[in-house]
């Protein structure tokens, strides 16, 4: 159906998205306003700060839905707000056979839904279920790849459930996606898109949910409480992060794919073959020619590679980071826990991520580790 890794903006697509945001702010806020740190507390009216009204408005134009709520806890609070208006306890809804992202899959948990589980991969199986299990209320995708073999198209998953099952409201993860990719889950038309704001270089623990007026408009209702509120200063720092996100993701996927040549090239000889992958974000998984993954990348943080997630490209993230295959990927391929490291040049560049594997792997041998 499509491309196991996901097509993701250049540098120039980037540079006019950003163009495309700012413009929709100067519409939205004056010069004066746009300078306020933002406002805090229940507002009689909106029910929330009214800046944060403001940047859900730029936020809704932006990704060309008909509205936008921001919510407490990132991806994962973005996708349970969603889920808990579209659907009730013991609900069943399409679920992909990938093994599903852990956050989410406790989300199903707490709220005693149902998974019905379809290969999203295969068209003929996807019609047969869509047709079959009439009792499912939602249908969920996950926009980046869940398992190595996933190679579906969004754009035509969408399209399929559309056609056979128009009533059927869509909920798209685009955690890993938003402003990587040229259009998110909503713009391909889906009802709701969720993602995570710190993942593109905002303020910690904000979520995003753009999509159909009146699930939002029920994710505000709930939200009533001062304490749930994403307070109007938080709001402004999230726009001006997001401001600066499309054209520095677009420079990271630059160096990712520089970088997969290089080591394929043989800069790096303990690497015996390198290719990327959307496994969450979009990476480098290079494989050894020997068992030493874990040694190497503890011997690659001494150097200055980052050798943990903080957000997964979140502000925090500028040092390359050099670490393990995902769990998603172990589960199919076990052997390259030892021999296979993971790699995001996040803001350095590729050969900043070559320096630092050569400086560790002559570690190791000085050391005798290997």
Known sequence: MGDPVLTT??????????FEL?????????????????????????????????V?????RFFRAEACALVRGAGTGAIRSALSVLLEPGDAFFAHTGPMYKT????????????VPVDYNDPDRLRDALKKHRECRLFYVQHSRQQPTDDYDLGDVIRRVRAERPDL????????????????GVELGACYSCFSGFKLLGPPGIGIVVGKGEGIRKIHERNYSGGG????????????????????FAVQNEQTERLCKLLNAGVVPEVKRAYITNAQSKNVIAELRRPIAPALIRACERHGAAIYPVGAESRYEILP????????????RPE???????????????????????????????????
């Open 22 to 54: 700012t413009a929709l702010i100067a519409e939205e806020f004056t010069g004066r306003e746009f300078f306020q740190q933002g406002d805090v507390g229940v507002v009689p009216g909106p029910g929330r700060p009214l800046q944060t009204e403001k």
């Open 169 to 184: 409201p869509i909920v798209v993860d685009d955690n890993y996606t938003a402003l990587k990719v040229p259009r998110i």
């Open 56 to 60: 859900e408005r730029v936020l809704a």
């Open 336 to 370: 390259l826990a030892e021999r296979a490291v993971r790699i995001n040049p996040m803001r350095s560049g590729a050969d900043l991520v070559i320096e630092i594997l050569r400086k560790a792997l002559s570690d190791l041998e000085d050391r005798g580790e290997v």
């Open 104 to 115: 989410t899959q406790e989300t199903v948990r707490l709220m005693g839904l149902n998974p």
């Open 321 to 332: 980071m050099v670490y393990r295959v995902s769990g998603s990927f172990l589960e199919s």
């Open 9 to 18: 903006m250049n540098i120039q697509q980037a540079k006019q998205k950003q």
């Open 229 to 248: 509120q994403v307070q109007g200063f938080e709001a402004m720092e999230l726009l001006r992060s997001l401001v600066l996100a499309p054209v520095a």
